[in-house]
């Protein structure tokens, strides 16, 4: 692992954090809805000095061949220079891939969506809806804001009108899509051996590991991701689940 900031790493052997919070403590979060008009459905969500937001688009389609009778879910990720000196414009990156697969992982495992209910014609035609994430300040801790975003976006989403097979993406109407979960993912990071919940940007510099879980609303876990070169024992790994299962039911009442 290499120190990029001593002083981080300084206070990490002691179990502080540069913005004085504990180690378990979030920083504050703010979700907007409905920002845009022109999306279906959106969320702004902002950590700290992270702000995230996310879209959400349908059209009509073919389903998969496997799934002859199920719309479907897709989420992307769009990492801005903009948001970060550290961003380039171009083909994904392995770190907007990862975000993406993060979050469109904790939507389908906790079968937030009642993909069944998004088919019009078995084999022929559903709905699509796509997921966009756009990251418009980087301040660290980009997962759970782009996760705790797209699910707030998927709520707020209202139905375009479909009319003789055609949709009229200028008309929403009043039905919603049909959501059964608000799975919420909750981030740490590991440094000089402490674990740290939403990390800023200066932290995740000084990370040697990373994990990230997401629970559904009844606490119990959907997905998890692990990141950075280091190891975690079963013990941090244990204390993760059981501080995310706990966040994320208080994260979860922002959602509406």
Request: include cysteine; proline fraction near 5%.
């Amino acid at each position: 692992m290499i120190l990029i900031n001593q002083h981080v790493a300084s206070l990490a052997t002691k179990g502080q954090r540069a913005d004085k919070r504990s180690p378990e403590e979030y920083r504050k979060i703010e979700v907007e809805n409905n920002p845009l008009e022109k999306p279906e459905g959106c969320a702004q969500v902002r950590i700290g000095e992270t702000l995230v937001l996310a879209g959400v688009k349908m059209d009509l389609g073919t389903p998969f061949s496997d799934r002859p009778d199920e719309g479907v879910l897709m989420v992307n990720a769009e990492l801005s220079p903009i948001a970060s000196p550290d961003f380039e414009y171009g083909p994904p990156s392995e770190e907007s891939i990862e975000l993406a697969r993060v979050v469109d992982r904790g939507i389908r495992e906790s079968h937030s969506i009642d993909l069944k209910k998004l088919c019009i014609e078995k084999g022929e035609k559903v709905w699509m809806v796509n997921v966009d994430i756009h990251i418009m300040n980087h301040g660290g801790n980009m997962i759970d804001a782009a996760g705790i975003a797209a699910i707030a976006a998927l709520h707020n989403a209202r139905m375009p009108e479909l009319k003789d097979g055609q949709v009229n993406w200028d008309k929403k109407t009043s039905k919603k899509l049909p959501m059964q979960a608000r799975p919420v993912p909750v981030s740490f990071v590991k440094i000089e051996g402490s674990l740290f919940m939403d990390p800023t940007l200066e932290e995740e510099q000084n990370m040697g590991a990373r994990l990230t879980v997401t629970t559904k609303d009844d606490g119990n876990i959907v997905s998890i991701q692990k990141g950075g070169s280091e190891a975690l024992t079963f013990d941090e790994i244990k204390k993760g689940f059981q501080l995310a299962s706990k966040k994320s039911g208080e994260i979860r009442k922002l959602i509406k």
